[in-house]
């Protein structure tokens, strides 16, 4: 009998196997394909394929965030949907029409090779910060799961990455994107369909949306009333603008469809449509997408009334059900920040040695910087009582989970509420956290599904987030290898060559982008938000100016890109770094209101009269007061906008910059009507 990781691996193999046919049958040797498609894709063909490029955010990020934020979560989905809008109706049936690979050699096409290289840097960037996310969520995933050693996952990612791409680039990619996207759409609307019907009786999830809702705000006031809600960390799934304030999720969501409509792959991938139908294929991926996107908060105000009534019913940590057990065994579902992967994986390392607890720390250090912030996390006393009972495990690996389970609620989770205050020893809603990354891992549990059906949903997202990898390392290396040497010897190689260098920069990018995903701590959410904002500032202007603006010159080009770079660069990193001088600059645009004001300004003097070490605690409570986070602005602001809601200014201005310097060139460019031109020339004929 295989156990559940033998199922898994083997459930992932298999996918991975259909995904490589596919790609191999899609293979080419024509640099065109590798960069932009087959170019003959019907229109619903194309758009489920196009779809599946976006199903490691259905099924990874967007569930879990709004399982988190409730309503103001929905942001992202209005932004996708609506920058799916603007590039079916106004830049997919453009784009097709011209006879150019990439994005910036479409910019090149017009404006010249200064242009072309300004908007590689930008694309190249930007496309880098969301391959480099794509990959830390995805790696990070499958090696929790898969309990192998982050780097180990990161190379087996890169190997099965540079093993789609390699026959026919993204052409092959977007073969495998419609295997993709048909078992997401299976699996949100067929599985969970099912899940609905066994836990709401209805097995439509969109249509069991409302009756979730109607049973969510009466298990939250009796939560209230029961003392087991953390007003600290409690945010109600309906209350809407908690997170993000009214004027910024509006704000954030413009900016989302800007960033949408200009990103690398989505433009390049819209050259798998004939250019006759490009318009209807947008429209069959804005459908599909919409149709997924609505089942997310059904799926997540699921999940969130499930946990309710878990609390609710559960009057010590050892009566939470099989489903928090199970969810406990794989890292999907931790109590007070433990679970028992957590106890599992510091077995393996002191089989493999570690004794003490700096031991464990060295071994979970040596298997990633996300594993190793998950440990120092840990009160020390929580610490020790997982490594008693991981040297216990060890000596007792086959022992039954009930028994496990039990023994872990004894110590490691009574030591976990110890530690965060929790005196009575009872679950509340900030004791039980299901991991983001695994919420539709959850569902099934909780509808007593057995193992094998959240393995097929746990192979399904890692092939989303390899799909969506490997789009984006195809378009990176068919804008390095075909706009990066254009720019640099102002001709380009002949196909062979093209193809070959293409292959061969997959390769590098695959395996260099891996590894830095999984040795660098950074956070997916902010690589995304940066890449997206650069996206929306510098890339969208361009596409307008490039389709839409035909009096635009070279000069005006440039001048709008650097504009709209040198904004949003300005403010995201005014506000996020440099806060405090950001706030001195510019108090008079700030959003702060008079008591906000005159706090800072009493703070402002105890820094400026502090010495030493109080002089850098003084200035930290500056920065805190006036920094904010990527989504709700700080002191430092201009009018109340959000750093990462800065396109909303910096496109608009890039754009008028493009529009008023092409107008002033034609100007210059017309010739100057003299006087004597307007006196009508004397007739050769006399007159008597």
């Known amino acids: 009998m295989l156990s559940g990781i033998s199922l898994l691996i083997l459930s992932t193999f298999i996918l991975l196997l259909a995904i490589l046919v596919l790609a191999i049958v899609a293979r080419s040797s024509e640099f065109i394909a590798h960069c ?3 170019g003959g894709a019907g229109p619903l063909a194309g758009g489920l394929s196009m779809a599946g490029l976006f199903a490691l955010s259905v099924t990874a990020f967007l569930p879990g ?3 988190q934020h409730g309503f103001d979560a ?4 209005a932004g996708i949907a609506g920058g799916l809008l603007i590039l079916s109706v106004l830049v997919g049936p453009a784009l097709t029409r011209r006879d150019a690979a990439t994005l910036p050699e479409l910019v090149g096409q017009r404006f010249g090779r200064i242009a072309r290289a300004l908007t590689l840097l930008v694309s190249v960037t930007a496309s880098a910060g969301l391959l480099i996310g794509a990959l830390s969520a995805t790696s990070s995933l499958a090696a929790g799961l898969l309990h192998f050693p982050i780097v180990t996952t990161a190379l087996a990612l890169a190997a099965a990455i540079s093993l789609i791409v390699m026959p026919g680039g993204l052409k092959s990619v977007i073969s495998g994107s419609r295997l993709v996207a048909f078992l997401t759409g299976l699996a949100l609307l067929g599985l969970f369909g099912i899940v609905c019907a066994v836990l709401l009786g ?14 969510i705000r009466p298990a939250e006031m009796a939560l209230i009333e029961q003392g087991a809600v953390d007003f600290g960390v409690f945010k109600p799934f309906m209350r809407a603008f908690l997170t993000i304030d009214r004027l910024n999720w509006a704000l954030l969501a ?14 390049q991938a819209t050259g798998t449509f004939l250019p006759a139908s490009a318009r209807r294929g947008l429209a069959w991926t804005l459908t599909f997408l919409v149709i997924a996107l609505s089942t997310v908060p059904a799926l997540s105000a699921l999940a969130r009334l499930e946990t309710y009534r878990v609390v609710a019913a559960s009057g010590s940590f050892s009566d939470l059900p099989d489903w928090i057990r199970r969810g406990s065994e794989v890292g999907a579902v931790e109590l007070h920040g433990t679970s028992l992967a957590l106890v599992d994986a510091v077995a393996r390392d002191v089989a493999s040695g570690a004794e003490s607890i700096g031991g464990v720390s060295t071994a979970r250090a040596d298997a990633g910087i996300r594993a190793e912030a998950h440990w120092q996390r840990l009160d020390p006393a929580v610490q020790e009582a997982v490594l008693d009972l991981a040297r216990r495990v060890q000596t007792q690996p086959a022992a039954p ?19 965060a205050g929790n005196i009575s020893g009872k679950p509340n809603l900030a004791s039980i956290a299901i991991q983001p990354q695994y919420l539709l891992l959850a569902l099934p549990h909780a509808a007593g599904f057995p193992a094998i059906v959240s393995i097929t949903v746990i192979a399904t997202i890692l092939a989303a987030g390899l799909i969506s990898a490997a789009a984006l390392v195809s378009v990176l290396s068919s804008m390095l290898v075909r706009d990066g040497v254009t720019v640099l010897t102002g001709t380009h190689l002949g196909n062979g060559a093209e193809v070959m260098a293409v292959r061969l920069t997959s390769i590098a990018l695959a395996f260099a982008f891996s590894l830095a995903a999984a040795l660098i701590p950074l956070t997916a959410d902010v690589l995304f938000v940066v890449s997206l904002t650069l996206s929306a500032c510098v890339l969208f202007p361009a596409l307008v100016l490039t389709l839409w603006v035909p009096r635009c010159n070279a000069i005006g080009f440039l001048a709008a890109l650097l504009t709209g770079l040198a904004i949003g660069t300005y403010y995201l990193a005014g506000t996020a770094i440099y806060s405090v001088p950001f706030y001195e600059t510019w108090a008079e645009l700030s959003s702060a209101g008079p008591d906000a004001f005159a706090e800072y300004e009493e703070a402002r003097d105890i820094w400026v009269s502090a010495e030493g070490d109080e002089r850098s605690a003084a200035f930290a409570d500056l920065a805190a007061r006036t920094t904010g986070s990527l989504w709700s602005p700080g002191l430092a602001n201009w009018f109340g906008i959000a750093p990462a809601a800065v396109p909303v200014i910096a496109a608009p201005i890039a754009i008028l910059v493009g529009i008023l310097l092409g107008f002033a060139g034609a100007l210059r460019r017309r010739p100057v009507k003299r006087a004597e031109d307007s006196i009508p020339a004397p007739s050769s004929r006399v007159r008597l």
């Open 36 to 38: 932009r498609g087959s």
């Open 65 to 67: 965030l709004v399982y």
């Open 74 to 77: 929905l942001l992202p989905s």
């Open 202 to 215: 209805n097995p439509i999830p969109p249509l069991a949306y409302g009756k979730v809702l109607s049973e």
């Open 254 to 267: 413009i900016s989302l469809m800007a960033a949408v409509a200009a990103l690398p792959p989505l433009v």
């Open 401 to 419: 989970l009930p028994d496990r389970w039990t023994v872990y609620v004894d110590t490691v989770v009574m030591a976990a509420a110890t530690a």
